[in-house]
């Protein structure tokens, strides 16, 4: 069973603020699971979590927001982080 949490919360638990949780929801590198009753956005927390380790270990590599979305987008995602199958 997946922890799904708002907008605020995945800031919080990330150490980020909630205008980046925003900004990478609006580019694509977050992605919401559904949208409470009052309308706000949801987050799996495990699958954002490993999203966002995704993200700041290609900024570590000076990669563009866009070349993270591309990145993203390819399922790479277990490679980006240095793990092998």
């Known amino acids: 069973m997946s922890i799904k949490?708002?907008?605020?919360?995945?800031?919080?638990?990330?150490?980020?603020?909630?205008?980046?949780?925003?900004?990478?929801?609006?580019?694509?590198?977050?992605?919401?699971?559904?949208?409470?009753?009052?309308?706000?956005?949801?987050y799996d927390f495990a699958e954002n979590k490993r999203r966002f380790r995704i993200i700041t270990k290609l900024q570590d590599k000076h990669k563009t927001l866009s070349e993270i979305k591309e990145h993203l987008d390819s399922g790479q995602m277990e490679l980006s982080l240095g793990k092998t199958k």
Request: avoid cysteine.
């Open 5 to 42: 949490i708002r907008t605020g919360d995945l800031a919080r638990e990330l150490g980020i603020r909630t205008t980046k949780v925003t900004l990478y929801t609006k580019l694509g590198l977050f992605k919401p699971s559904g949208r409470s009753d009052g309308g706000r956005y949801l």
